[in-house]
Nanobody
């Protein structure tokens, strides 16, 4: 029943900005963590940034200082503000959430469908 719905992807010029959104819906007891991954053609999926329940964040070195993750707990939504975009940022970006649906259950990973971000001149 849990779904992650993404928005905000698209085409942008180098140096430009995009803001991605990901909203989790369905019955959710607790979201332990949320984050963004990306996968470029021919490459492995990699973690871009994550945010824990305490608000702590972890960024990939390649995006530090350029990307910012934020969340709205009331809306079960996480955002990724991307600035100073580079050609190498081109990838499919996936929203991820570690969710415990019920108090008696264990947490499990859920994924969005992915959204294309293309940085090109």
């Amino acid at each position: 029943q849990v779904q992650l719905v993404e928005s905000g992807g698209g085409l942008v010029q180098p140096g430009g900005s995009l803001r991605l959104s990901c909203a989790a819906s369905g019955y959710i007891f607790r979201i332990d963590a949320m984050g963004w991954y990306r996968q470029a053609p021919g490459k492995q999926r990699e973690l871009v940034v994550s945010i824990g329940s305490s608000g702590s964040t972890s960024y990939a070195d390649s995006v530090k200082g350029r990307f910012t993750i934020s969340r709205d707990n009331a809306k079960n939504t996480v955002y990724l503000q991307m600035s100073s975009l580079k050609l190498e940022d081109t990838a499919v970006y996936y929203c991820n959430a570690l969710i415990r649906r019920y108090s008696s259950s264990l947490s499990a990973d859920y994924w969005g469908q992915g959204t294309q971000v293309t940085v090109s001149s």
